[in-house]
């Protein structure tokens, strides 16, 4: 079975969280800063794992 992509599994988290306060199944303050809590806590999600630019003479 082939996985999900790691920034893929972080947008539809933020959308169920999104979807939980539409439902009333977490509170409506939670939600709203849900998104910056899961960005600090995964950073390698959103800023690519890490990996930088080589420079130019190294393969």
Same mark, same amino acid.
């Given at each position: @079975? /082939?996985?999900?992509?790691?920034?893929? %599994?972080?947008?539809? $988290?933020? =959308?169920?969280?999104?979807? @939980?306060?539409?439902?009333?199944?977490? /509170?409506?303050?939670?939600?709203?800063?849900? /998104? $910056?809590?899961? %960005?600090? =806590?995964?950073?390698? @999600?959103? $800023?690519?794992?890490?990996?930088?630019?080589? /420079?130019?003479?190294?393969?």
């Amino acid at each position: @079975m /082939p996985s999900l992509p790691r920034p893929l %599994l972080l947008g539809a $988290l933020l =959308i169920a969280i999104a979807l @939980m306060a539409i439902f009333g199944i977490i /509170p409506e303050k939670v939600a709203q800063f849900a /998104p $910056l809590a899961l %960005l600090a =806590i995964f950073p390698g @999600m959103w $800023l690519g794992g890490g990996r930088g630019c080589r /420079p130019a003479g190294e393969r």
